[in-house]
């Protein structure tokens, strides 16, 4: 079998079905570190070598470093999405400096000085200031920490802010399917299409 490969960014490849690490993280039940190095091999091998990581989702940067190391003729086939995603309480005052120090603590548990995209979140655009953090992982990016830079859950009018003051997001995650349409009736899916 072999799976699609799509271009979301000049320059970066991923396969069209990802392998995510979700329901890797300790609170979903036990979690065999062995067993899900191996599945994540078996993934690999089958081309599906997207993987998707956060910061919050405990554990699963490790296991994806701990795989890298396993494995490293497979690791350098695979692209890494990791997800930033400050603490609530923290949005108010939090730092370009912090937001560094939480990107390089993702970085070395993966084991990469750099992620193909980092995507980030924001709990709420009304605390803090959302576009100036965007424009710090721009500037992360900038400075060859992430290859790319997207959003996460954001509304449409965050998302058109952001671009607007020049942040290049080049992805934005959100709940949209066959059952959810309401990326369609927002008007989220016609910005994304119209600004690239």
């Not at 605390?127 to 100036?132: K, L």
Request: net charge negative.
């Amino acid at each position: 079998m072999s799976i699609e490969r799509v271009t979301i960014a000049p320059g970066l490849e991923v396969s069209r079905i990802w392998k995510g690490g979700w329901h890797l993280a300790g609170g979903h039940g036990e979690v065999a570190e062995d067993n899900a190095i191996e599945d994540m091999a078996a993934f690999v091998a089958a081309g599906i070598t997207t993987f998707d990581a956060a910061d919050i989702y405990t554990g699963v940067e490790d296991l994806i470093g701990a795989f890298r190391r396993k494995h490293p003729d497979l690791a350098e086939r695979i692209e890494i999405n990791d997800k930033a995603v400050p603490d609530y309480d923290a949005l108010p005052t939090i730092t370009a400096a912090e937001i560094e120090a939480t990107v390089d603590r993702s970085l070395e548990r993966l084991g990469v000085a750099c992620v193909d995209m980092l995507q980030f979140a924001w709990w709420d655009p009304a605390r803090g200031d959302y576009i100036a953090a965007a424009k710090v992982y721009d500037d992360l990016r900038r400075r060859g920490k992430a290859r790319t830079i997207g959003g996460i859950n954001f509304r449409t009018p965050e998302i058109e802010a952001m671009l607007d003051a020049g942040v290049p997001l080049f992805s934005h995650q959100i709940q949209y399917s066959l059952l959810d349409d309401r990326p369609e009736r927002s008007g989220h899916v016609q910005l994304c299409l119209e600004r690239g």
